[in-house]
């Protein structure tokens, strides 16, 4: 366990899950000391994002307990070390999923840690001293500089925090089709909760037509309205389905649980392109005929690099890009969770960490 490693000598409190019933209690454990190349951060906020689901229900059968998730912080440097010149104490900052990863491969190499084989998460992970990582459901964490963004003075900490993972993962792959500054495409949104919904206003905010597929007719409302959608389209209706066949350039699908994504890939255009960004436990079914009769893609794709998730909140900064967010108490992790379980959030469950009552 992380408590027996050396020079981790720093008692934090947070909250952990300690068996597949993934009910988080108040946890106290270790850190390490600030080295030369951290900052320490007093965390403010934490997002909840599906995949602290997923690990505290062992779900992908993969989590060490105690686990004590979180890789949405925002929160404020206390501390920086000797090698430190990006950051300093008072500096808004925040950190997403990654902990550690070997800074020598082709990908950390090309700003791509996100890819080297070595990778190592914020949470579940294994650190370079070979200590297990704890998250950010704590008050305080440290940071190898490399993997801290800082977050701009326009945006407010708490709706910022769910762009750390939510946002960067939903900014990638758009990235990668050129969506940024490419003319009008049609975009597709597969699944509105925490990803989905920010990958909306991502589509919107570059200039492109949004259609969000939804099990949830009721969703369609407030999609249109609130977050700027073009077109709603609900999957359960063949349809419907049906009547948008052939009509988009690109989709990307959030989708938390086991799907066919068969029928989706019908929605593409010829050659269009399908990225993967949910993480079901079970395999999503792909039937080949979508696939081929439409010479159609399917990718996958995992957060950002650093550099990236710079790039991003500048981005989000410029265009004022959030999360749309319900703020929690860390009493009630609990019930954010079970309502998080049955898809009950809009659009993401923030925990207010610090619960200090000021607003930065
Ligand atoms: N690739 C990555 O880097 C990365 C990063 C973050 C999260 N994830 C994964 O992405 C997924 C979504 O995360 P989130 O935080 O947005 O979760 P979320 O719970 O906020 O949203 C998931 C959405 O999927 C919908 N959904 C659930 N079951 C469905 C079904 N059977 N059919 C259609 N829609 C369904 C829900 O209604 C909800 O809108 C999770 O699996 C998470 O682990 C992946
Ligand atoms: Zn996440
Ligand atoms: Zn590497």
């Known amino acids: ?34 080295g030369p190349d951290d900052v320490t951060i007093d965390i403010l906020y934490c ?21 004590v998730p979180g890789h949405e912080m925002t929160g404020v440097i206390s501390k920086v070390g000797s090698n430190v010149k990006k950051f300093k104490i008072g500096d808004r900052v925040g950190v997403g999923c990654i902990a550690a990863s070997c800074l020598s491969c082709e990908f950390c190499q090309d700003s791509q840690e996100n890819y080297c084989e070595k990778l190592q998460f914020t949470y579940n992970g294994i650190f370079w001293d070979g ?22 003075e ?67 409302k407030e999609a249109k309205e609130r977050l700027g959608a073009d077109e709603f389209i609900v999957s359960k209706d063949p349809q419907q ?34 990225s993967i960004v949910g993480a079901p436990d079970k395999p999503i079914q792909l ?3 979508p696939l081929i009769f439409g010479k159609r893609t399917v990718k996958g794709s995992i957060i950002g690099g650093i550099q990236e998730t710079q790039e991003m909140m500048d981005l989000c900064g410029k265009y004022n890009i959030t999360s749309d967010i319900e703020v929690v108490k860390p009493d009630d992790i609990n019930h954010a969770m079970e309502r998080l379980t049955k898809n009950d959030v809009r659009y993401r469950f923030v925990i207010d960490i610090a619960q200090n009552n000021t607003k930065l």
């Open 1 to 34: 366990m992380a408590q027996t490693t050396p020079n981790h000598t720093q008692t934090v409190s947070g909250w952990a899950a300690h068996d597949s019933s993934g009910k988080l209690t108040p946890y106290t454990f270790k850190r390490r000391e600030n």
């Open 241 to 274: 389905m049906q009547r948008h066949r052939r009509t988009l350039d690109f989709v990307l699908d959030t989708v938390s649980a086991e799907h066919c994504i068969g029928p989706i890939l019908e929605l593409l255009k010829v050659n269009g392109t399908l």
């Open 131 to 152: 200590s297990i990582t704890y998250g950010g459901y704590s008050k305080m964490f440290v940071s190898d500089q490399r993997y801290v963004v800082h977050i701009p």
């Open 154 to 220: 326009s945006l407010p900490m708490d709706a910022a925090a769910p762009l750390l993972c939510a946002g960067i993962t939903v900014f990638t792959p758009m990235k990668d089709m050129d969506l940024i500054h490419s003319p009008r495409k049609k975009v597709g949104v597969v699944g509105l909760g925490g990803l989905g919904h920010i990958a909306v206003k991502f589509g919107k905010a570059f200039g492109h037509h949004v259609t969000v597929i939804s099990t949830s007719a009721s969703k369609e």
């Open 287 to 289: 039937p080949s005929f």
């Open 47 to 67: 997002g909840i994002c599906h995949t602290d689901l997923h690990y505290a229900k062992n779900e992908w059968g993969i989590t060490m307990y105690p686990v």
